[in-house]
């Protein structure tokens, strides 16, 4: 799924004009994208956590040469799916008082 897969179904589910769902598409993007530079964690109920981690530089190894050659610390995004989801994905019943997915991906 892209973001104009995205934005298409905005569009036709919620009514909007095509500028409108790619705005707001957009602007939800923004923030998320925002939120997690600043450090923070995206928590979207019923489908997952974004977490950025820090990880420390350490020894590698270069495979072809077999040197050695130190990796910088850097920051990875980690997703971590809710129950909600994983449950889907293994079709299996959702835990009483969560919302589910349907097949189209719309919320029931």
């Known amino acids: 799924m892209t ?17 409108e769902s790619a705005e707001l598409v957009e602007k939800v993007f923004d923030a998320i994208k925002t939120t997690l530079a ?12 974004f977490v950025v981690r820090g990880k420390n530089s350490r ?9 050695e050659i130190l990796l910088e610390a850097r920051k990875v995004l980690t997703f971590k799916p809710s129950l909600v989801l994983k449950n889907l ?20």
């Open 3 to 19: 973001k104009a897969d995205i934005v298409e179904q905005i569009y036709e589910q919620v009514g909007f004009s095509k500028k």
């Open 38 to 49: 600043e450090g923070e964690k995206v928590k979207i109920s019923g489908f997952g956590n």
């Open 59 to 67: 020894k590698g190894r270069n495979p072809q040469t077999g040197q």
């Open 89 to 108: 994905l293994n079709d299996e019943e959702t835990p009483t008082g969560g919302s589910s997915l349907d097949g189209a991906g719309r919320i029931e």
